[in-house]
């Protein structure tokens, strides 16, 4: 189920918009730079666990390139500015992976024999259960860094107003940064967990893919990380859901559907409300 | 007219036309991020009167137009009702579902594409983009056009001073996406055959880049900026994704250095208004 | 207040935000035809009087009638239509608008139709409207900015075309929210000269908010003092300078004399 890689996407995102109040349109380039990079890397004869690391750390240094270039020069520019260029970097990302790679889509090894767990007529992939397992982990570790530590005391004055953190004495050049780092872990580690998982990658996979993490982070409020993975489930299980009833072809319908219908009846989302920054 | 300038210039026209589609929402202080969605009920509707009922594209295309009005204003009256970045979340959505929607719609193809019988030539585009461009420009010398750059500016005082603001925004917005529509059926009846993939949030991204490039303040920053995108790429050498790269690139370092586009309504005015600027620097001495 | 006819008055108006009450059981009427200063130390929600007129906040409880209409009850876009305008303490001018074209925003309560909304404007040379804002901008001394962009004017000009703005809705009630604050002495006194001249002429009531008791002593001939949120006082200027209550409020209990502020 690609449920907990639209979690994890929607979690990047979130971050974005509830801090920054930045709807970062390049993350679901890095969620595909995460998933080529573990190809490419496995290509060139890494072990699997050391190619998902170091597409981490490619995908985290993309994100930081993006901060350069879209939030640290906009921050009091007009307010399409930084999304414009995110959008940039996302047609940047893409068309960068196409010229070096073609447009083809590239398969990965089977890496894990068969490590399917039948329980009854139901078949769950032991490596897709470890993979929703670690997006918990993870986000639960993230939510006690906003809650416990300096830093993430610090974004949450930077998310209510960011003047007032400047006035509070918060460096936000230093701090900001480190959004983006965790922000590009997330979508990258999305696109290690995809290409391990389901073995293809292809340049165009953050915009098939990784725009459905909007989706995963409006249904569950913006701003708000625990309601990206309640939403980025809900996403995933709508997909399930219209490929047994409706058929492959209505997945996109339905998931953007869902999107549309929430935000014409509750865009604060099925969780959002309290949060703070949801707004743009 | 040789076929390869021919080319340049329908794509150039087109590109000029949904320029001005998104650029009257952005005017406004809405983003649209479905411009391709628009484009694509505009062509896919213009289409499909002129094939089946063969109206000529010339009524055709406008008809289209108004389809894709017709969808904006259904998203544009639930959505404006919040603020900001909701809307371009919803217009995103509506353009996926669009693309989504046209796949699987076997009345016009399907995922197999649509052939469009009539044909139109490079005066008839060019007709039709000097239309949009001059209503835009006119618009633009009438109270509406200063009225959506005070909502734009400054929602709360405009509505202070007696404007309707959802109802200017609910306007910008749906006259854009005629505007869209009315792009994307030139599209269809040039290139005599449409899919669904050609009318991808890429297409409308880029549309959205080109007016953020030229500049959002002025009429004529739209013009620039579809003429630039238009006509750049075929000065350079190299695969269509280098120049893909180097237009993201071009663009992110153009919005770091003069985020405000290329040209200004100020400069604008300095332009046209050079006696009035001159007498103000001989006062203020 | 004794005001036998007024223009404006505010019945028991209350406004809180959350649990904080800015604004009390606040009465009070202006007289037509008059100016009256609305005074109070920082934080006595002057500004939020301003905002409940015009509509920018809601009241909690109470009526604001306008020459006979309970204007609270109207949506803030239709309270311009009753003659009631504003400035704002930091303008807020339309920094992409030229000088001309924030004017002609301000007489959008009298042409805002449809006819009215694509009428050209800018385009037709001789167009009755923009001639009008052409020459209010004249009258103010500002025709020479008619086409700069106000985002680039600097702090003078631009409350005085704010002032020009709100003129041209043609209010028979004029909010001023400080329109001295950061004006010299000089530009102060010609200032007051103009707002005095101008509603004389064109039979405005003006009410003022003002931090400036000279300027207002000047120009006013009823003051209403507020403290947190209440009316504490009101007269005229001298009387109220000489209140127990209002010295206490702008001073503490030792005052000896109300500050004039600069």
């Not at chain 1, 890494?46 to 921050?75: D, I, N």
């Not at chain 2, 995108?229 to 370092?253: C, D, H, K, M, N």
Request: hydrophobic share 50%.
């Amino acid at each position: 189920m690609l449920g907990s890689i639209y979690a994890m996407i929607g979690v990047a995102l979130t971050l974005s918009i509830g801090v920054l109040k930045f709807l970062n349109f390049s993350i679901p380039g890095v969620f595909m730079i995460g998933g080529m990079s573990t190809w490419l890397f496995i290509r060139h004869g890494m072990p699997w666990p050391l190619a998902g690391l170091c597409a981490l750390a490619v995908g985290a240094s993309a994100s930081l390139v993006v901060e350069r270039f879209t939030w640290r020069w906009m921050r009091n520019a007009q307010e399409f500015v930084p999304l414009v260029s995110s959008m940039a970097f996302l047609i940047l990302f893409e068309n960068l992976a196409v010229a070096y790679w073609g447009s083809d889509l590239q398969s990965l090894p089977q890496l894990f024999g068969n490590a399917d767990w039948r329980i009854g007529g139901l078949v769950i992939s032991i490596p897709q259960l470890l993979g929703l397992a670690l997006s918990i982990v993870l986000i639960w570790g993230l939510s006690l860094l906003l809650s416990r530590t300096r830093i993430g005391r610090g974004l949450r004055t930077i998310a209510e107003d960011s003047d007032t953190a400047i006035l509070l004495g918060v460096d936000i050049s230093r701090i900001v940064p480190i959004v983006f780092v965790i922000g590009g872990l997330f979508a990258a580690l999305a696109g290690v967990l995809f290409a391990l998982n389901y073995r293809q990658v292809h340049p165009f996979m953050g915009e098939a893919l990784g725009l459905k993490g909007i989706s995963a982070m409006v249904v569950g409020g913006m701003g708000n990380i625990w309601g990206a993975i309640a939403g980025g489930l809900i996403i995933g299980m709508a997909e399930a859901l219209s490929i047994r009833y409706l058929g492959a072809d209505f997945v996109d319908i339905s998931v953007y559907g869902l999107l549309l219908f929430i935000l014409m009846v509750r865009p604060t989302g099925l969780f959002g409300g309290a949060s703070a920054g949801a707004r743009a | 007219m040789s076929g390869y300038l021919e080319g340049v210039l329908v794509l150039l026209a087109i590109n000029v036309v949904y320029a001005y589609a998104a650029f009257l929402p952005i005017a406004a202080g809405q983003l649209n991020l479905g411009v391709a969605g628009f484009a694509a009920v505009g062509g896919y509707a213009s289409a499909y009167l002129s094939t089946t009922l063969a109206l000529s594209p010339l009524i055709a295309i406008p008809l289209g137009g108004v389809a894709a009005g017709l969808v904006g204003l259904g998203v544009a009256v639930p959505v404006l009702r919040t603020r900001g970045i909701y809307l371009a979340l919803a217009t995103f959505a509506l353009g996926e579902i669009v693309r989504a929607s046209i796949l699987n719609l076997e009345v016009v193809g399907g995922a197999a594409g649509y052939p469009v019988t009539a044909f139109i030539r490079l005066p008839t585009i060019a007709m039709f983009a000097l239309g949009v461009t001059v209503l835009v420009w006119l618009l633009f010398a009438t109270r509406f056009g200063i009225a959506i750059t005070a909502v734009h500016d400054d929602e709360r005082v405009a509505d202070l001073m007696g404007l309707d603001v959802r109802a200017f925004q609910v306007a910008a917005f749906t006259l854009g996406s005629v505007i869209a529509g009315i792009g994307g059926g030139l599209y269809a009846h040039h290139f005599s055959y449409i899919e669904a993939q050609y009318f991808s949030i890429s297409l409308s991204i880029s549309i959205v880049l080109y007016v953020l490039f030229g500049g959002t303040q002025s009429v004529i920053g739209p013009l620039l900026g579809a003429a630039v995108f238009t006509l750049l790429p075929e000065l350079l050498r190299g695969s269509a994704q280098w120049r893909y790269v180097l237009f993201a690139a071009i663009l992110i370092v153009v919005m770091v250095i003069r985020p405000q586009g290329l040209i200004t309504g100020a400069q604008i005015r300095r332009l046209l208004g050079l006696r009035s600027s001159a007498s103000q620097k001989e006062r203020a001495a | 207040m004794s005001a036998t006819d007024p223009i404006l008055t505010l019945d028991n108006v209350s406004k809180h935000f959350g649990g904080l009450a800015v604004v009390e059981n606040l009465s009070f009427a202006v007289r037509r035809g008059a100016c009256t200063g609305l005074i109070g130390p920082n934080g006595a929600g002057k500004t939020t009087v301003f905002n409940l007129i015009t509509g920018v906040y809601p009241i909690d409880t109470g009526r604001i009638v306008l020459d006979g209409v309970d204007i609270a009850k109207i949506p803030s876009r239709r309270r311009i239509h009753h003659g009631v305008a504003r400035n704002f303490q930091n303008i807020r001018l339309m920094p992409h608008l030229s000088t001309l074209e924030n004017v002609l925003v301000g007489q959008h309560c009298r042409n805002g139709g449809l006819f009215g909304v694509l009428q050209p404007v800018s385009l037709v040379p001789g167009n009755r409207w923009r001639e009008e804002a052409r020459a209010a901008l004249e009258e103010a001394g500002l025709a020479a900015y008619e086409r700069a962009t106000v985002g680039s004017l600097p702090y003078g000009l631009q409350k005085r075309i704010e002032l020009v703005r709100a003129l041209m809705a043609k209010p028979r009630l004029l909010l001023l929210d400080e329109p001295a604050a950061g004006l010299n002495p000089a530009e102060t006194d010609a200032l007051r000269e103009r707002i005095t001249a101008i509603c004389r002429d064109r039979g405005i009531t003006l009410l003022v908010v003002e931090h400036d008791m000279h300027f207002v002593g000047a120009l006013c001939a009823d003051v209403i003092v507020l403290n947190f949120g209440r009316k504490i006082a009101e007269g005229t200027p001298e009387h109220v300078r000489e209140d127990a209550l209002v010295r206490e409020a702008y001073l503490g209990a030792d005052a000896m004399e109300p500050r004039y502020a600069s």
